[in-house]
């Protein structure tokens, strides 16, 4: 008997002539079985029952060698190999069978039963024909009945796939393949048939999962490895392109169609990583110009147009190059209307020009597409913050210098505006008033800009010299009076040098 969960089991489930291993007697007469190939079977045999696939095979190969011509150790040996899931090195064994016991119906039946899932109906039909002539029991006779009938339909559902084929109907030509490719699972000729007509309906996904299915199932074929790598060039995944060509060359190094793919593929692969490591290293204006080499490179393919664009965007964006941020993030819009990295580098762009507006609408949009990006959440607080500052008082508005300007600008600004606004150059009195409120305000914006960390604050959205927008704050100094800047040294820049100004 045969134990239930074991391995012979297994397979008398999915192969169920294969139990006739386990019950099969040696005829020592008949197989001229000598004494140490009968311990080899008889040890492969308690082997197998226990699951050591690989210890068994060991044991079978040797009976195969101390007897050629035994048949039980050929049958055994390939129950061991469709155990292991080596279908095609069962094939041979089942076949050496058949050749030295013709009437042996479990070896045919099986080697049928594989022929079929090959999809070589025609061989498959002619060992089921030759065990139902054999004079089987009833249980060979069923399956053989069941399996032709099998065949049949599925000799009658590819005739029609070839014929939607031809016709160009593909659609119907999938779904007949479909229901053939559920029983001929293992043939790759109907895979690859099936993969065009994925790539004629504009599903390269699916064919690259055909494709490569057969690539494993036919021997040294180069020509899926290259259909699945131009496929995934197609696609933009030039990393994968370049994995899958150099295993079509591997087969045939002088293939003249993966050889020319490859070195296109190995070029704009070079150029991406470059290009990569620059917007890694800071050095974004080299990286935008590694990335139009690219849509040089391959103009003829869009994916790799959009995807270079998106990064020159970013690369304008953290280079704080707003304006041709806005430009190219949009047209990469115009082609991606839901590309989220591009409407975040966008929202940035437009956070530099204070079109708050804007930002805000761009940030809404990506957390549309992506609600759990932290980035797109805290950008867009940011812009909300600095939406209802700037309908208050705007530091860089008061000195008149953009959200990025440097230093040395704001300070710059700061001295001319000091010098234009000082009260000491008016002497109507309400002139005098109103210069004081300026040179407060002049004052206090070069206070809170040439201060990293007020600067930052206020960048973020949140006045450091406003009481308000201080949790437990103090007055603000806003409401100084112009005394209390009596004293300061407004043109000086925090180096070495001190300006005197004398007003008359």
Same mark, same amino acid.
């Given at each position: 008997?045969? *134990?239930?969960?074991?391995?012979?089991?297994?397979?008398?489930?999915?192969?169920?002539?294969?139990?006739?291993?386990?019950?099969?007697?040696?005829?020592?007469?008949?197989?001229?079985?000598?004494?140490?190939?009968? %311990?080899?079977?008889?040890?492969?045999?308690?082997?197998?029952?226990?699951?050591?696939? *690989?210890?068994?095979?060991?044991?079978?190969?040797?009976?195969?060698?101390?007897?050629?011509?035994?048949?039980?150790?050929?049958?055994?040996?390939?129950?061991?190999?469709?155990?292991?899931?080596?279908?095609?090195?069962?094939?041979?064994?089942?076949?050496?069978?058949?050749?030295?016991?013709?009437? !042996?119906?479990?070896?045919? @039946?099986?080697?049928?039963? @594989?022929?079929?899932?090959?999809?070589?109906?025609?061989?498959?039909?002619?060992?089921?024909?030759?065990?139902?002539?054999?004079?089987?029991?009833? #249980?060979?006779? %069923?399956?053989?009945?069941?399996?032709?009938?099998? #065949?049949d339909e599925m000799q009658h559902l590819r005739s029609q796939a070839l014929d939607a084929f031809e016709s160009s =109907?593909?659609?119907?030509?999938?779904?007949?393949?479909?229901?053939?490719?559920?029983?001929?699972?293992?043939?790759?000729?109907? &895979?690859?048939?099936?993969?065009?007509?994925?790539?004629?309906?504009?599903?390269? &996904?699916?064919?690259?999962?055909?494709?490569?299915?057969?690539?494993?199932?036919?021997?040294?074929?180069?020509?899926?490895?290259?259909?699945?790598?131009?496929?995934y060039y197609e696609l933009g995944d030039h990393e994968l392109s370049l994995s899958e060509v150099r295993e079509c060359?591997?087969?045939?190094?002088?293939?003249?169609?993966?050889?020319?793919?490859?070195?296109?593929?190995? %070029?704009?692969?070079?150029?991406?990583? #470059? *290009?990569?490591?620059?917007?890694?290293?800071?050095?974004?204006?080299?990286? #935008?110009?590694?990335?139009?080499?690219?849509?040089?490179?391959?103009?003829?393919?869009?994916?790799?147009?959009? &995807?270079?664009?998106?990064?020159?965007?970013?690369? !304008?964006?953290?280079?704080?190059?707003?304006?041709?941020?806005?430009?190219?993030?949009?047209?990469?819009l115009q082609m991606e209307p839901d590309n989220v990295n591009a409407l975040k580098d966008r929202a940035e762009a437009?956070?530099?020009?204070?079109?708050? =507006?804007?930002?805000?609408?761009?940030?809404?949009?990506?957390?549309?597409?992506?609600?759990? =990006?932290?980035?797109?959440?805290?950008?867009?607080?940011?812009?909300?913050?600095?939406?209802?500052?700037?309908?208050?008082?705007?530091?860089?508005?008061? @000195?008149?210098?953009?959200?990025?300007?440097?230093?040395?600008?704001?300070?710059?600004?700061?001295?001319?505006?000091?010098?234009?606004?000082?009260?000491?150059?008016?002497?109507?009195?309400?002139?005098?008033?109103?210069?004081?409120?300026?040179?407060? =305000?002049?004052?206090?914006?070069?206070?809170?800009?040439?201060?990293?960390?007020?600067?930052?604050?206020?960048?973020?959205?949140?006045?450091?010299?406003?009481?308000?927008?201080?949790?437990?704050?103090?007055?603000?100094?806003?409401?100084?009076?112009?005394?209390?800047?009596?004293? !300061?040294?407004?043109?000086?820049?925090?180096?070495?040098?001190?300006?005197?100004?004398?007003?008359?």
């Open positions: 008997m045969v *134990a239930p969960g074991s391995v012979t089991s297994r397979l008398g489930s999915v192969f169920p002539f294969l139990l006739v291993l386990v019950d099969l007697q040696y005829e020592g007469a008949e197989c001229g079985v000598n004494a140490d190939v009968e %311990k080899h079977l008889e040890l492969g045999k308690k082997l197998l029952a226990a699951g050591q696939l *690989a210890d068994a095979l060991s044991q079978f190969h040797a009976a195969v060698d101390g007897d050629p011509d035994n048949y039980i150790a050929y049958y055994r040996r390939a129950t061991v190999f469709l155990a292991m899931g080596k279908s095609k090195a069962a094939l041979p064994d089942l076949t050496k069978v058949i050749e030295l016991k013709m009437d !042996f119906t479990a070896a045919r @039946l099986q080697r049928g039963h @594989l022929l079929l899932k090959q999809g070589k109906l025609d061989e498959a039909e002619d060992d089921f024909k030759k065990v139902l002539k054999s004079n089987p029991n009833e #249980s060979e006779e %069923k399956e053989a009945q069941s399996q032709l009938t099998k #065949s =109907d593909y659609i119907a030509a999938i779904t007949f393949l479909d229901k053939v490719l559920e029983v001929c699972v293992w043939d790759a000729e109907l &895979r690859e048939l099936r993969a065009e007509c994925f790539i004629k309906e504009g599903e390269p &996904r699916k064919a690259i999962s055909d494709l490569k299915a057969a690539s494993k199932l036919k021997n040294d074929n180069t020509e899926a490895f290259y259909k699945i790598s131009t496929l060359l591997k087969l045939d190094q002088d293939h003249k169609r993966c050889f020319a793919h490859y070195k296109q593929v190995k %070029k704009l692969n070079k150029l991406i990583k #470059s *290009a990569e490591e620059l917007i890694k290293e800071g050095r974004y204006t080299d990286a #935008s110009s590694k990335y139009e080499s690219v849509m040089k490179t391959e103009p003829s393919v869009s994916e790799y147009t959009i &995807r270079s664009k998106e990064r020159i965007c970013h690369c !304008f964006s953290k280079d704080e190059k707003p304006v041709e941020a806005i430009r190219v993030c949009s047209e990469v437009y956070l530099i020009e204070e079109m708050y =507006d804007e930002a805000i609408q761009d940030y809404e949009t990506a957390q549309e597409h992506n609600e759990n =990006d932290q980035q797109i959440r805290e950008g867009l607080e940011k812009a909300q913050r600095l939406l209802k500052q700037s309908q208050k008082r705007d530091y860089y508005k008061i @000195l008149g210098v953009k959200r990025n300007a440097k230093k040395q600008e704001i300070i710059k600004a700061y001295r001319k505006l000091a010098l234009q606004w000082h009260p000491d150059n008016f002497q109507n009195e309400e002139e005098k008033k109103k210069a004081e409120k300026k040179f407060i =305000d002049i004052a206090a914006a070069k206070e809170v800009l040439s201060d990293p960390e007020m600067r930052k604050k206020f960048d973020d959205g949140e006045d450091p010299l406003d009481a308000e927008s201080q949790q437990g704050g103090g007055g603000s100094p806003f409401h100084r009076s112009w005394n209390s800047w009596q004293g !300061f040294n407004p043109f000086s820049s925090g180096g070495p040098f001190r300006f005197k100004f004398h007003f008359n």
